[in-house]
């Protein structure tokens, strides 16, 4: 059936990242005839694996290589992609979208899937050029041309985007200084110890790494040629790369009337307060949580696509989840309340000729927190104890030895 002379309803997404996608492929799986669907994304390409932005940059992949829905994958499934023309407006009265080139349509129900959006530190030069964000396939692409041309580079930002970006323009040639404000690398996901670590496997490859350092301001004239902190440290920089964090993309909807907080606020079937636009992804708000992690959107997409598909018994209910990360190589794995309290106990392994740390927080007889750094095998199993809240004091002297150890002692 030609969607130009459908009756079907139509659908609308206003996103075409992860997020988006994924909730269209799942809708597809349910109801693949419901919806007449229209995919606008910024972006002139088809949908394509952020998370492997890193390998590219590194040069590792291609970018066919991250490719999930290539345009032919929309051809096959009837649905008009609109890409390189983001949506500028909606109008909730009229049910419509228009689109920065002037394009109108209209919609039964709209999808808002737009993700988030790098947020630069506004000091002065920030507007330089060769001072970039890592967000996007045109992100590295500019940091690929400015490898061949340029050898100094600065990363602003010590989490995993940054170092991630860090390790890929090392991986390129250049000299690579990483400027982190926080005490310690990645403090959402490591504890101290394991942070320490990670500095030190990453300063023997090359990286410079410095801790409680202020950006005070970018200098250059046309192009961005240092930065210099607020204790007065000038560090070459030939290219500068924020990496500093993300903000929830919500202004369209916030223009448009959605109730919207820190995100837009949805409810437990990703409905917003306008039932007849959805949103999922980074740019939501759910019972004041925001989502950055994979896991959460996939549960999201389920929700939503079946909520679409009219078979609407599905509700969203944030789960705990666990952080396995390849950080150039190394591996890192997190979940739960790794920190801990003054009920808290800790069990610690340190191997430093394997290059292997654990530590494990119990309340009680139950495992409430880990983080592993360099031996993550049993990462899942500890993750899968913490969820259950299963008691685990007869394995004590031999919880930190991982789930073999611990079921030789049960048999």
Known sequence: MNARTSIRPRLVVVGNGMAGMRTVEELLALAPERYDITVFGAEP????????????????????????????????????????????????????????????????????????????????????????????????????AAARDHRHAVVIGGGLLGLEAANGLLRQGMSVTVVHVGEALMERQLDKPAAALLKAALERRGLRILLNANTAELT???????????????????????????????????????????????????????????????????????????????????????????????????????????????????AGDFIGGKDSEDLVLRDPRRGVYKRLVLQGDQLVGAVLYGDVRDGPWYFDLIQSGAPVSAWRSRLLFGKAQCEALAA
């Open 45 to 144: 390409h088809g949908n394509y694996n952020r998370i492997l932005l890193s390998p590219v940059l590194a040069g590792e992949k291609t970018v066919d290589d991250i490719m999930l829905n290539p345009r032919e994958w929309y051809a096959r499934n009837g649905i008009e992609l609109i890409a390189g023309d983001p949506v500028v407006a909606i109008d909730r009265v009229r049910r419509r979208v228009r689109s920065q080139s002037g394009r109108e349509v209209g919609y039964d129900r709209l999808l808002l899937a737009t993700g988030s959006r790098p947020f630069i530190v506004p000091v002065p030069g920030h507007r330089l050029e060769g001072v970039i964000a890592f967000r996007d396939l045109q992100d590295v692409e500019a940091m690929l």
């Open 220 to 334: 250059g004239e046309a192009r961005v040629t240092g930065v210099r902190l607020e204790d007065g440290t000038a560090i070459p920089a030939d290219l500068v790369v924020m990496a500093a964090g993300v903000r929830p993309n919500i202004d369209l909807a916030r223009a448009a009337g959605l109730h919207c907080e820190r995100a837009i606020v949805v409810d437990d079937t990703m409905q917003t307060f306008d039932p007849r636009i959805y949103a999922v992804g980074e740019c939501v708000q759910h019972r004041r949580a925001t989502f950055g992690l994979v896991a959460p959107i996939w549960d999201q997409a389920r929700v939503c696509a079946a909520h679409l598909a009219g078979a609407g018994h599905r509700r969203y209910v944030q789960q705990a989840t666990a952080t396995k990360l390849k950080v150039t190589g190394l591996d890192l794995y997190s």
